[in-house]
């Protein structure tokens, strides 16, 4: 089993900047892809943004030039720097690893943390 623990949330006022981490530990050989999605209150769960083990990153429109993604391979942990925070980024943020071990292939997620914007 795969366990990812988040860390970094919390109250913010707009404008304002967190930092989200999320740690993969446990059974793994590999990670393909780490990335990090939210869900705000009676919305859908969508993509935030996602990074390949290459450095290849992938982010939504509405965070692009606000957020980066980054990621430490040898500590299987992904970062999400949030800049510009806006009431709109409010929602609980969950991270998730697409992990190989040996042969079988697997995606995990993280139990979730709450970011709040508001003044």
């Known amino acids: 089993q795969v366990q990812l623990m988040e860390s970094g949330g919390g109250l913010v006022q707009p404008g304002g900047s967190l930092r989200l981490s999320c740690a993969a530990s446990?059974?793994?050989?590999?990670?393909?892809?780490m990335g990090w999605y939210r869900q705000a209150p009676g919305k859908q769960r969508e993509l935030v943004a996602q990074?390949?083990?290459?450095?290849?990153?992938n982010y939504a429109d509405s965070v692009k030039g606000r957020f980066t993604i980054s990621r430490d391979n040898a500590k299987n942990t992904v970062y999400l720097q949030m800049n510009s925070l806006k009431p709109e980024d409010t929602a609980v943020y969950y991270c998730d690893a697409d992990v190989i071990y040996y042969d079988q292939r697997r995606v995990y997620w993280g139990q979730g943390t709450q970011v709040t914007v508001s003044s």
């Open positions: 446990g059974r793994i050989s590999s990670i393909i892809s």
């Open positions: 990074i390949s083990s290459g450095g290849s990153t």
